[in-house]
């Protein structure tokens, strides 16, 4: 009797506490480090690392790697989303706006959503953002929705704007304080791009910024005529925030038409840029422009990320990015100061940035009825797929592609709803493109090492304080480096494209690293055999 | 629509940014896609039968659904009707003597399949007239270096104990590499086992200069090729 009332104890206690844990505040997210054995943002934590404290997969037993469990969607397209793993379990999106909770040791589902969307409508989406009890998603038709974690029910619904005009969400959106803060999509379509936030326990809009200034605002004169209306400018991916700067980050999409500028003159401002806007009003506090005027596509959505680091003497607060436009840039993230930049891929439209960061364009470039050739290509030299940042290292890790196009510009006009890109690449037959996983210096963007890609990727990287770095490729790997050297030291294939970042989580002492590719989940850990010998060994 | 200047102009725009990438920015035909000005529709040529080809593309050739609406295909149309039919494209040579060269003196069929006959080393051209302008058949026989197709690019691997096996690439990744050598063998590599891996930017299939075939062989190969329009129905 006694031992069935202890056996029950643990039951309630675990119960109590399970229920406690469930609840993912606000200060949980500020602390993800510390809890290491979650994955409670899109990239693990709001300065945007995608690294892990998990080492149990490290360098010197990850050769061992095996499959775990594979989780089948049902869904086609291409499964870009990063999971979220809170206490044992996994809630993940998947393509048209699929969800599901599964057990993260089995696979084995425990809830599952699906909205029904407008005829030919479909897609990707990034993944969910938490809060409290809540799962938070932005959907194809352009709403957001809150979905309970236990059960998967909606438990508000919001549009944020009409599909109908060319207006959706793929991003995972980014709980902050009591909101949720999230971009929209539709820079091929005409839109005016802006970013949301919302209540988190109503739904109702808290405020909207506009990544298109309106008459009477700065910036607006940089927009000919009426361009500004359909300038498109969009807010596609999650972004990062400094807590105690109290600043979200978030990089702006193209201007459109993508091809064809003559009728949009200007910089065509915070179009391929990145935006530090107050985490509580929304309001503008800085902006940088990486592409003004652009006409090669080259959003700036990567991912802004939040480093503290040695320069010009003092420690500094910046931000990095990985820019599409093969540049890699350095900002102060206090104020927008331009501290840095170079290549890090071949760059052919520009001559180098000027001391102000703008970049020195090179004549014959831009988008012609006959076509011009210019690296990188319309995909960019990196694109959305996460970087990552090991601070064990101290090196900064990205997924590039070497892959030029010939850019030719077509007039369109615009007819609302419409796909609207003013033009096209066409590759050149014979062209060599090729892919490759750099790791940087993040305080000069230097090179420290290289492993080749056969195939220019889609796919982003994950660190972990294992000395390893997890990255996918276009050929269908799932591959592992040693993290200061770049050696390969593992791979798997999972039978399709990879067009996701990894991530990883622990569940009962067991680490596991996750890849989506195709329709399916792939998780990976090492064999108990394995774990138990790491464990006697005090690792 | 047929008639209406904007319509074709509309046409013309989405042709470029739709159809360009494999059928070239003129609708001349490349190394992707046929010649759309040569007035010969495989998959039919009635309206209706252009509608079905542009919205639900061609299942067993690289010809997609454009995921357009009808509006637009109907735009296309339109612009593909205003196209001038390409007279320079008609064949003077003979059929039959192009065929007596493809599998005699020309020594295509040593690499070539049509219709079963021949090898399976390099592309099947059992469809080629369907497939392909003349313009882009007689620059593959001219100058074959300038574009080859995916599947048939020439690759070297040297094995660690310095065995060199040639052949043309099937598939390749950062680790490994499929390849059929001209025996139409199939040899699957893992790059670890490799010393090295040669890309060689030529074509394997020699190059058919004035010299290699005069102008009368040449249209007479045409004439055959450009007769090469799938298995005859049984």
Known sequence: MKKHLAALCILLVSACVESAWAQVSDDRLVKAAQEPQNWLTYSGGYAGWRHSQLKQINANNVEHLAMEWVFQTGATGSFQATPLVIDGIMYVTAQDNRAFALDARTGRQLWRYQRRLPEKVGGSNRGFAVLGNKLLMGTLDAHVLALDMKTGSVLWDVEAAERSKGYFFTSAPMAIKDKIVIGIGGGEYGIRGFIDAYDAETGKRAWRFYTIPGPGEPGHETWAGDSWKTGGAPAWMSGTYDPELNLIYLGIGNPGPDFYGVERGGDNLYSCSVVALDGDTGKLRWYFQFTPHDVHDWDANEMPVLLDLEMQGRRRKVLVQANRNGFYYVLDRTDGQFLLGRPFARVTWAKGLDANGRPIVLPNTDPTPEGNYVCPGIVGATNWWSPSYNPQTGLFYVAIREQCDKYFSVPAPYKEGKVWFGGGVQTVPGDEAWGALRALDPRTGELKWEFKYHTPPWAGTLSTAGNLVFAGDMDGYLMAFDARTGKELWHRQTGTAVWASPMTYAVAGKQYVVIPSGSALFAFALPDSVIAKEISNGR | ?234
């Open chain 2, 1 to 234: 629509m047929a008639n209406d200047p904007q319509a074709i102009k509309r046409g013309q725009n989405l042709f470029a940014l739709s159809c360009g990438y494999c059928h070239g920015l003129d609708a001349h035909g490349g190394g992707r896609g046929p010649d759309l000005t040569s007035g010969r529709w495989t998959h039919g040529e009635s309206d209706a039968a252009l509608l079905q080809t542009i919205t639900k593309g061609v299942p067993g050739t690289d010809m997609p659904s454009c995921n357009c609406p009808e509006e637009e295909a109907w735009e296309l149309i339109a612009f593909l009707r205003s196209l001038s039919t390409n007279t320079a494209t008609a064949v003077a040579g003979d059929r039959e003597a192009g065929e007596r060269i493809f599998f005699g003196a020309g020594g295509c069929a040593a690499c070539h399949l049509v219709n079963g006959r021949g090898s399976r080393f390099g592309p099947d051209l059992s469809r080629i007239g369907a497939a392909r302008s003349v313009r882009h058949l007689t620059e593959s026989l001219r100058n074959p270096d300038k574009e080859i197709p995916d599947g048939y690019q020439a690759v070297v691997a040297v094995t660690k104990d310095g065995q060199r096996i040639a052949g043309v690439r099937k598939n390749e990744d950062t680790f490994s590499l499929q390849l059929m050598d001209q025996r139409e063998q199939y040899h699957l590599f893992l790059k670890k086992d490799l010393r090295e891996v040669i890309h060689q930017p030529k074509s394997l299939m020699p190059k058919y200069d004035e010299r290699a075939l005069g102008q009368k062989e040449l249209e007479d190969l045409l004439a055959y090729l450009v007769s090469l329009r799938g298995q005859p129905k049984q």
